[in-house]
C-alpha cells in the first residue's frame, strides 16, 4: 500500500485559519439538525472507508483490522450516537436561579461555540483521537482545523480524504505535516486547542497557547498503575491485565504501564498470565496476527533500549524479551527485579513490557503512587470493598477502573482525562462538548428596580438596606 503525503505550507494554513475565522459565527448558528447532519456524514463516511482504514492502520503497524474495528471504528460510531442522543438538549440554553435579591428577573447559561479550535492528535489511535474530538467540536459549532500524527501517514492520507470529501474548508479542514507544520499552526491565536500526546510535547502546546491566552484541552499520560490485592480473582485479572497491555503492542496511553501485587500472589499470578498470553498469541508471538508491532524504528529503539538497560543492571525477564529490529518486533515481556533508576521503572513505557512489583502492605504501592506525577489512569483488581475504597480515596489519577482496565475510555458518560502532568480538561460526550463551548452567563433585568436602589448617592437609608442583605440574604 503506497501513500502519498503533503506538507501544508505556511501561507496554506494561514488561508485556511482566516477562511474559518471569518465563517465561524455563521457555523455558530447553526442549528441541531445543521450540526447532526454533519456528524452523520461524518459517521457514514467513517463506514463507507473501514475496509481503507483497517488497511491504513495495517501499512503504519500492522494492527488487526478486529482491533481497528474494535478500536477506532467503533470509538467513532459511538462518540456520534451518544452526542446525537443529548446534542438538542445540551444546546438549550440551561435556565439557572437568580438570587432573592434581584426578584423578577431571570438568568441562564447560554453554550456558545468557542470559535475557531485546532485538533493535534497522536499517532497510536489515529483515526479515534482525531475524529473522536471532532464530533464534540463540530456539535459545538466551531471550525476545526486537524492535524494528525506525521507517524502515522497511511491513516493521516485516508481521514484527509474523508474530510475533504464531507466538508467545506471553513468548516474542517485538515492539513498534514511534522513539527514544522505543528509550528506554524501553534503561531495562530486559535479559540481552543485540543492536543493529545506525550506530557513534554503537551507543555510546548500549553506555552505556545499562553502567547493568545488560548484555552487548552490536554490529553497525556505517565505511568498508569495496577494494583492487584490479595482477594482479586488472578485469572480474570491476567487475562484482562494482558490484553489491554498488548493491545496496540502496549503503545496506549491508559495501557496498564506496571503491576503491584500482594507477594502471597505473583507466582499464582505469573502462571495465569503465562497462559494468557499463549492464549491470545499462541507459542510465538511474532508469528501471530493478533499482535501488532512498533509503529517506527524510533519507538522499537527506545523501547528496546529500556529492555536492554533493565537487562544490564540485572533485572529478570520472566516471559518474552525476545526483538526483531526488521520488523519493529518486541516480544510481549515480563520483567521483574528492577532497579529504582531504570527507565522502565521512571519513564512511561509505550510499549509490550510490562514491570511487576510486589507488596506486603497496601499502603506500599499507594506511597510509591503518590510519590510520582498523577497517572492518567489506575486500576485496581480486589475483592475487597475496603481496599477498592482506600485506593480510590488516598490516592489521585484521571480516571480508575475496578476489576478491569481502559474500559472507562468507552463509557461516553464519564469525563475522559487526566490531572495535572497527565491532562488538563475532559472529553467525551457532555464533558466533550463543554470543553469546546464558552459557558456564557446571561442576566436579564426585571420590571422591579432590585439594585437600583442602591446607586448613589450613599446614605443611612441605603446602608440599612446593604446591611439587611449581608445579614438576610
Same mark, same amino acid.
Request: aromatic share 10%.
Given at each position: 500500500?503506497?501513500?502519498?503525503?503533503?506538507?501544508?505550507?505556511?501561507?496554506?494554513?494561514?488561508?485556511?485559519?482566516?477562511?474559518?475565522?471569518?465563517?465561524?459565527?455563521?457555523?455558530?448558528?447553526?442549528?441541531?439538525?445543521?450540526?447532526?447532519?454533519?456528524?452523520?456524514?461524518?459517521?457514514?463516511?467513517?463506514?463507507?472507508?473501514?475496509?481503507?482504514?483497517?488497511?491504513?492502520?495495517?501499512?503504519?503497524?500492522?494492527?488487526?483490522?478486529?482491533?481497528?474495528?474494535?478500536?477506532?471504528?467503533?470509538?467513532?460510531?459511538?462518540?456520534?450516537?451518544?452526542?446525537?442522543?443529548?446534542?438538542?438538549?445540551?444546546?438549550?440554553?440551561?435556565?439557572?436561579?437568580?438570587?432573592? @435579591?434581584?426578584?423578577?428577573?431571570?438568568?441562564?447559561?447560554?453554550?456558545?461555540?468557542?470559535?475557531?479550535?485546532?485538533?493535534?492528535?497522536?499517532?497510536?489511535?489515529?483515526?479515534?483521537?482525531?475524529?473522536?474530538?471532532?464530533?464534540?467540536?463540530?456539535?459545538?459549532?466551531?471550525?476545526?482545523?486537524?492535524?494528525?500524527?506525521?507517524?502515522?501517514?497511511?491513516?493521516?492520507?485516508?481521514?484527509?480524504?474523508?474530510?475533504?470529501?464531507?466538508?467545506?474548508?471553513?468548516?474542517?479542514?485538515?492539513?498534514?505535516?511534522?513539527?514544522?507544520?505543528?509550528?506554524?499552526?501553534?503561531?495562530?491565536?486559535?479559540?481552543?486547542?485540543?492536543?493529545?500526546?506525550?506530557?513534554?510535547?503537551?507543555?510546548?502546546?500549553?506555552?505556545?497557547?499562553?502567547?493568545?491566552?488560548?484555552?487548552?484541552?490536554?490529553?497525556?499520560?505517565?505511568?498508569?498503575?495496577?494494583?492487584?490485592?490479595?482477594? !482479586?480473582?488472578?485469572?480474570?485479572?491476567?487475562?484482562?491485565?494482558?490484553?489491554?497491555?498488548?493491545?496496540?503492542?502496549?503503545?496506549?496511553?491508559?495501557?496498564?504501564?506496571?503491576?503491584?501485587?500482594?507477594?502471597?500472589?505473583?507466582?499464582?499470578?505469573?502462571?495465569?498470565?503465562?497462559?494468557?498470553?499463549?492464549?491470545?498469541?499462541?507459542?510465538?508471538?511474532?508469528?501471530?496476527?493478533?499482535?501488532?508491532?512498533?509503529?517506527?524504528?524510533?519507538?522499537?529503539?527506545?523501547?528496546?533500549?529500556?529492555?536492554?538497560?533493565?537487562?544490564?543492571?540485572?533485572?529478570?525477564?520472566?516471559?518474552?524479551?525476545?526483538?526483531?529490529?526488521?520488523?519493529?518486533?518486541?516480544?510481549?515481556?515480563?520483567?521483574?527485579?528492577?532497579?529504582?533508576?531504570?527507565?522502565?521503572?521512571?519513564?512511561?513505557?509505550?510499549?509490550?513490557?510490562?514491570?511487576?512489583?510486589?507488596?506486603?502492605?497496601?499502603?506500599?504501592?499507594?506511597?510509591?503512587?503518590?510519590?510520582?506525577?498523577?497517572?492518567?489512569?489506575?486500576?485496581?483488581?480486589?475483592?475487597?470493598?475496603?481496599?477498592?475504597?482506600?485506593?480510590?480515596?488516598?490516592?489521585?489519577?484521571?480516571?480508575?477502573?475496578?476489576?478491569?482496565?481502559?474500559?472507562?475510555?468507552?463509557?461516553?458518560?464519564?469525563?475522559?482525562?487526566?490531572?495535572?502532568?497527565?491532562?488538563?480538561?475532559?472529553?467525551?460526550?457532555?464533558?466533550?462538548?463543554?470543553?469546546?463551548?464558552?459557558?456564557?452567563? @446571561?442576566?436579564?433585568?426585571?420590571?422591579?428596580?432590585?439594585?437600583?436602589?442602591?446607586?448613589?448617592?450613599?446614605?443611612?437609608?441605603?446602608?440599612?438596606?446593604?446591611? !439587611?442583605?449581608?445579614?438576610?440574604?
Amino acid at each position: 500500500m503506497t501513500v502519498q503525503t503533503s506538507t501544508a505550507s505556511k501561507t496554506e494554513i494561514k488561508r485556511i485559519f482566516q477562511a474559518q475565522q471569518a465563517h465561524q459565527y455563521a457555523l455558530g448558528r447553526t442549528t441541531f439538525r445543521e450540526r447532526k447532519e454533519k456528524l452523520l456524514r461524518l459517521r457514514d463516511a467513517v463506514l463507507r472507508y473501514r475496509q481503507e482504514i483497517r488497511d491504513a492502520l495495517y501499512a503504519d503497524f500492522r494492527k488487526h483490522a478486529l482491533a481497528v474495528d474494535a478500536t477506532e471504528i467503533y470509538a467513532v460510531t459511538s462518540e456520534v450516537k451518544h452526542t446525537l442522543k443529548y446534542l438538542k438538549r445540551w444546546m438549550q440554553p440551561q435556565r439557572v436561579s437568580t438570587p432573592p @435579591v434581584y426578584f423578577g428577573s431571570t438568568s441562564w447559561i447560554r453554550y456558545e461555540p468557542k470559535g475557531v479550535v485546532l485538533i493535534i492528535s497522536p499517532w497510536n489511535f489515529p483515526v479515534n483521537l482525531t475524529f473522536g474530538p471532532l464530533v464534540s467540536a463540530i456539535a459545538a459549532g466551531n471550525a476545526v482545523m486537524l492535524k494528525p500524527s506525521e507517524h502515522t501517514p497511511h491513516a493521516s492520507a485516508i481521514m484527509k480524504r474523508i474530510v475533504e470529501e464531507i466538508f467545506d474548508e471553513r468548516e474542517v479542514a485538515l492539513v498534514e505535516g511534522a513539527v514544522e507544520t505543528s509550528q506554524s499552526l501553534l503561531a495562530l491565536p486559535f479559540n481552543h486547542i485540543f492536543f493529545t500526546g506525550a506530557p513534554a510535547i503537551g507543555k510546548i502546546v500549553m506555552r505556545a497557547a499562553a502567547e493568545h491566552l488560548t484555552s487548552v484541552t490536554l490529553e497525556l499520560g505517565g505511568k498508569s498503575p495496577t494494583i492487584i490485592d490479595e482477594t !482479586a480473582r488472578l485469572d480474570q485479572a491476567a487475562r484482562r491485565i494482558a490484553w489491554t497491555k498488548y493491545l496496540n503492542t502496549g503503545q496506549i496511553c491508559i495501557t496498564p504501564d506496571h503491576v503491584f501485587i500482594h507477594r502471597d500472589r505473583k507466582q499464582a499470578f505469573l502462571d495465569e498470565y503465562g497462559k494468557a498470553l499463549r492464549e491470545f498469541y499462541g507459542e510465538d508471538p511474532k508469528r501471530s496476527d493478533s499482535f501488532p508491532r512498533m509503529v517506527n524504528r524510533k519507538h522499537f529503539e527506545r523501547v528496546k533500549g529500556y529492555l536492554d538497560e533493565a537487562r544490564a543492571q540485572g533485572a529478570r525477564i520472566l516471559y518474552g524479551g525476545e526483538t526483531d529490529e526488521a520488523e519493529n518486533y518486541i516480544a510481549p515481556t515480563v520483567v521483574t527485579d528492577l532497579p529504582g533508576d531504570s527507565p522502565l521503572d521512571t519513564e512511561e513505557i509505550f510499549g509490550p513490557i510490562l514491570p511487576i512489583y510486589t507488596y506486603s502492605d497496601l499502603q506500599e504501592p499507594i506511597e510509591k503512587i503518590n510519590a510520582g506525577e498523577k497517572p492518567l489512569s489506575l486500576y485496581i483488581y480486589s475483592r475487597s470493598k475496603k481496599n477498592i475504597r482506600r485506593v480510590l480515596q488516598d490516592t489521585r489519577a484521571g480516571g480508575s477502573c475496578i476489576n478491569h482496565s481502559t474500559l472507562h475510555f468507552y463509557n461516553h458518560n464519564l469525563p475522559f482525562g487526566g490531572s495535572n502532568n497527565s491532562g488538563i480538561g475532559k472529553s467525551h460526550g457532555w464533558y466533550g462538548f463543554r470543553e469546546f463551548t464558552n459557558a456564557r452567563g @446571561v442576566y436579564k433585568q426585571g420590571l422591579l428596580p432590585n439594585a437600583d436602589l442602591l446607586m448613589p448617592p450613599y446614605n443611612a437609608t441605603k446602608q440599612k438596606i446593604v446591611d !439587611a442583605l449581608i445579614k438576610w440574604l
